[in-house]
């Protein structure tokens, strides 16, 4: 008996844990709330009368470096970070980190296009970050404009937003009709007794 129990403790030990680290999911989660509160505010408030646009740039500016230091953070981190092992082959693995380097490079075109696509009216002094900080104004990059860019800074949004929605309903299928680990990579609940480890 206590042999059955020493070989199932060792084994337990052995069994790759499911989940990403702590300090991974926390700032994947902390991305999903930054980019909703962003959504909410692009398009809410700014599409307002008048000069709702303009009063709420510095909010939407202001979050997007939030966004912009979390992805780099994130990145960061993935680097020195091993992925768990879950229940998927080897070409659904790669395929997988093909389409969310995707979404992190998208995030980052968004950003960019963001800020080469802001112009503030003549005499009119930059947007104020966090309340103190002056905008830098972004270099003019021939031959696009300021307004070529934010034409692109908006669909690009829109296939970000598709991106996000495939990831969601991949994620639904793993939970729902799969039910494997995957979901279980970027879940904060208790783990199982047998894939619980140090992270």
């Known amino acids: ?100 380097m995707s979404i992190y490079a998208l995030i980052l075109a968004v950003l960019i296009t963001g800020w080469l696509g802001y112009k503030p009216m003549p005499f009119m002094p930059p947007a104020r970050l966090f309340g103190d900080l002056p905008m830098p104004l972004a270099p003019f990059v021939s031959p696009l404009s300021a307004r070529t860019f934010a034409f692109i800074h908006a669909k690009l949004v829109w296939i970000l937003l598709g991106l996000v929605g495939i990831h969601i309903i991949a994620a639904l299928v793993h939970l729902v009709l799969f039910r494997d680990n995957v979901m279980r990579g970027m879940s904060f609940g208790r783990a199982d007794a047998g894939n619980a480890s140090t992270q």
Request: charged fraction near 15%; proline fraction near 7%.
């Open 1 to 100: 008996m206590h042999a059955n129990n020493r070989t199932l403790s060792e084994m337990s030990k052995n069994v790759p844990h499911p989940r990403w680290a702590l300090g991974i999911r926390l700032l994947h989660w902390l991305t999903v709330l930054v980019l909703a509160f962003q959504l909410v505010v692009a398009f809410g408030p700014m599409k307002g009368p008048g000069m709702a646009t303009m009063n709420w740039l510095p909010v939407h500016m202001s979050v997007g470096m939030i966004v912009l230091a979390i992805v780099v953070l994130r990145l960061a981190w993935r680097a020195f970070t091993k992925a768990p092992v879950q229940p998927i082959s080897r070409s659904s693995r790669r395929a997988r980190t093909v389409f969310h």
